[in-house]
């Protein structure tokens, strides 16, 4: 059944490293609505050392992880199996938001593939690695990534952009601030 690692061993970033999608978890620091959010694209997550992790946060309709690492920091990261032995990892930890303007993002952007929706990295420092079985979760075969995230974000001008993330990534449905005014400038920078 369940185990707990003092690391992401070459077993587990294997594991990791050949799912198609994962899972986010975040939650306010009291009351309000707890997030999860499915990320997908194989380029944009990253095994950064023995316990920590990034991954790149792409425009979305909110802005709930972001609020709510700034608020609090907890996060959670699941990857199941739907092929292969029946396994699911959960990568307990601490989050922080990376924003363009952050010293260490021109480095850290090379370790991702180019979108044009980056707004900033998520980078998580594990205090619990755990798996245990998918006994319940189905089989489902992976086609392909969808692509409309990146189409969609690839039309819009720098302009279109910003106003989007204005409207729409300021705060979290509870109100938790997310992005600032000088944050929702476009990615200019790329791996």
Not at 114 to 128: A, K, L
Not at 163 to 183: C, H, V, W
Request: with cysteine; proline share 7%.
């Amino acid at each position: 059944m369940g185990k707990i690692h003092d690391k992401i061993d070459g077993r587990l970033r294997a594991f990791i490293e050949a799912q198609p999608v994962y899972f986010v978890a975040t939650a306010p620091e009291r009351g309000g609505h707890v997030n999860v959010s499915p990320k997908g694209y194989a380029d944009t997550f990253a095994v950064l050392g023995d316990t920590t992790v990034a991954y790149l946060d792409l425009d979305g309709s909110g802005v709930e992880t972001i609020s709510h690492l700034r608020q609090n920091g907890r996060i959670t990261i699941m990857f199941c199996a739907f092929s292969g032995p029946p396994n699911i990892v959960r990568l307990y930890g601490t989050g922080r938001v990376v924003v363009p303007e952050s010293p260490e993002f021109p480095e850290m952007i090379k370790k991702f593939g180019p979108h044009p929706g980056t707004r900033s990295i998520i980078v998580v420092d594990c205090d619990r690695i755990s798996d245990s079985c998918g006994y319940s979760v189905p089989f489902m075969s992976f086609d392909e990534d969808r692509i409309l995230l990146d189409e969609w974000t690839g039309r819009k001008d720098v302009q279109q952009k910003r106003a989007y993330r204005a409207k729409n990534n300021r705060q979290s449905i509870d109100g938790i601030p997310g992005l600032s005014p000088e944050e929702t400038d476009p990615l200019t920078l790329h791996s």
